[in-house]
């Protein structure tokens, strides 16, 4: 189901672009599939018309910014509406129950990972499709938690991350990349398939002749800053793909948000 070379993972991307990498979507810059992809292959292209099955995962990815009461949570449902998906990444709960797992009014199953704050906060959104493939649920802090799930031939590690902003130091971030090699090795351990949608703070630009063509596509933002550097050089050292930047998508629905630069 992400192997680069099978025609289902290419899919209409959000935004209006179509991609012929994988089926990772999301509204936000990044997120990470592991490349399993030969040196010699070629990607597929994307089918006309998307159909649910085994080998067709759908992944949204978002950032929230709250989701404290449940009415927040029936508003995400309704976007969803007509759309295929299996799972939400979330970032930016900004809930205040440290671990959570519950099911929804509709069967779907929430798992989250908070801060008695009301700051910061992950969760995982899965569709009850997909209720009885559930193997574990880890909420490793309030910036990270991770689900594996698994059916037939099927074993996944989903994660969801939400970094620190250009207002905390690198020593943050450097916990947080610690923590996800950490997540990212026990998968590959047991032979799962790693996807990690995340808020990264940074930009990565576009492709450069310095960067690996497998971690990078050529659909990134037009510059690069310091910590966009350093999540290439992760990705590329983890064998990691930047799936967003393998999807041409229109310039309104490149940027989602601006801030500080670092």
Same mark, same amino acid.
């Given at each position: 189901?992400?192997? =680069?070379?099978?025609?289902?993972?290419? =899919?209409?991307?959000?935004?209006?672009?179509?991609?012929?990498?994988?089926?990772?979507?999301?509204?936000?810059?990044?997120?990470?599939?592991?490349?399993?992809?030969?040196?010699?292959?070629?990607?597929?292209? &994307?089918? =006309?018309?998307?159909?649910?099955?085994?080998?067709?995962?759908?992944?949204?990815?978002?950032?929230?910014?709250?989701?404290?009461?449940?009415?927040?949570?029936?508003?995400?449902?309704?976007?969803?509406?007509?759309?295929?998906?299996?799972?939400?990444?979330?970032?930016?709960?900004?809930?205040?129950?440290?671990?959570?797992?519950?099911?929804? @009014?509709?069967?779907?199953?929430?798992?989250?990972?908070?801060?008695? *704050? +009301? $700051?910061?906060?992950?969760?995982?959104?899965?569709?009850?499709?997909?209720?009885?493939?559930?193997?574990? +649920?880890?909420?490793?802090?309030?910036?990270?938690?991770?689900?594996?799930?698994?059916?037939?031939?099927?074993?996944?590690?989903?994660?969801?991350?939400?970094?620190?902003?250009?207002?905390?130091?690198?020593?943050?971030?450097?916990?947080?990349?610690?923590?996800?090699?950490?997540?990212?090795?026990? &998968?590959?351990?047991?032979?799962?398939?790693?996807?990690?949608?995340?808020?990264?703070? &940074?930009?990565?630009?576009?492709?450069?002749?310095?960067?690996?063509p497998h971690t990078i596509g050529t659909h990134?933002?037009?510059?690069? @800053?310091?910590?966009?550097?350093?999540?290439?050089?992760? &990705?590329?050292? @983890?064998?990691?793909?930047?799936?967003? $930047? +393998?999807?041409? *998508?229109?310039?309104?629905?490149?940027?989602?948000?601006?801030?500080?630069?670092?």
């Open positions: 189901p992400v192997s =680069q070379t099978s025609p289902a993972m290419g =899919q209409q991307s959000l935004g209006g672009g179509t991609g012929t990498y994988t089926t990772t979507h999301g509204d936000f810059p990044q997120c990470l599939m592991r490349n399993s992809r030969p040196n010699n292959s070629t990607t597929a292209e &994307a089918p =006309q018309q998307p159909q649910h099955q085994l080998d067709n995962f759908i992944i949204f990815h978002k950032n929230a910014r709250g989701l404290t009461n449940t009415e927040r949570i029936d508003e995400l449902l309704t976007e969803l509406d007509g759309q295929l998906w299996d799972v939400i990444l979330i970032n930016e709960t900004m809930r205040d129950i440290k671990e959570e797992l519950w099911t929804t @009014n509709e069967g779907h199953i929430f798992c989250g990972s908070g801060h008695d *704050k +009301f $700051t910061r906060g992950v969760a995982i959104l899965l569709h009850k499709r997909w209720a009885r493939s559930i193997k574990q +649920f880890v909420p490793v802090s309030e910036r990270i938690a991770y689900l594996d799930i698994s059916r037939k031939k099927l074993h996944l590690r989903l994660v969801t991350t939400y970094f620190p902003h250009s207002g905390y130091s690198d020593m943050h971030v450097q916990q947080t990349y610690d923590t996800l090699t950490t997540i990212r090795r026990d &998968a590959a351990k047991g032979k799962q398939h790693l996807i990690i949608g995340a808020d990264y703070n &940074a930009q990565v630009g576009t492709r450069t002749e310095d960067d690996n990134g933002m037009t510059s690069c @800053n310091t910590r966009g550097l350093w999540l290439k050089n992760w &990705a590329s050292t @983890n064998d990691l793909v930047i799936t967003n $930047t +393998f999807f041409q *998508k229109q310039q309104s629905e490149i940027e989602t948000f601006t801030g500080p630069s670092k």
